[in-house]
């Protein structure tokens, strides 16, 4: 399967004549991951983490968003960190995703951002549609 060909009429993606896998089996699809920390700029964090989740949604919404979460310390209480995932054609673009979100804009919070390549790992789906059930493992 060549890297964005049609099957049956749905979209797939394959590794196949995709520079980014090195020659490894592997997909090689690139997303871009965002560290994000509070600052020391003082503000009414409520209000923003608000427009922030709303941001995101919009942002899951469009298909831009992979995942996001906050990391967690060993005793389970919030680390004060948050993982989000992008998916953009470009560092530029997840730049602009990323300056976009409304912690960043008010200076709440900064961000790293690197390219990230998925190789290994997956996702399992079991969908159960007289049920009304799904199960993601």
Request: net charge negative; with cysteine.
């Amino acid at each position: 399967m060549e890297f964005g060909s049609s099957f049956g009429g749905a979209f797939m993606v394959g590794s196949k004549g995709n520079s980014l896998n090195d020659g490894h089996a592997a997909l090689g699809l690139v997303h871009y991951a965002v560290m994000s920390e509070f600052t020391d700029k003082e503000g009414d964090r409520a209000a923003v983490r608000d427009e922030h989740l709303a941001y995101q949604g919009r942002l899951e919404a469009e298909g831009r968003l992979f995942c996001t979460g906050p990391l967690l310390k060993e005793n389970g209480a919030m680390a004060g960190i948050g993982l989000i995932i992008y998916k953009a054609a470009s560092l530029d673009e997840a730049r602009k995703i990323a300056d976009g979100d409304p912690f960043h804009k008010s200076g709440l919070r900064r961000y790293k951002i690197w390219p990230w390549k998925i190789n290994d790992g997956g996702i399992d789906l079991k969908i159960r549609f007289a049920a009304g059930l799904f199960d993601i493992e």
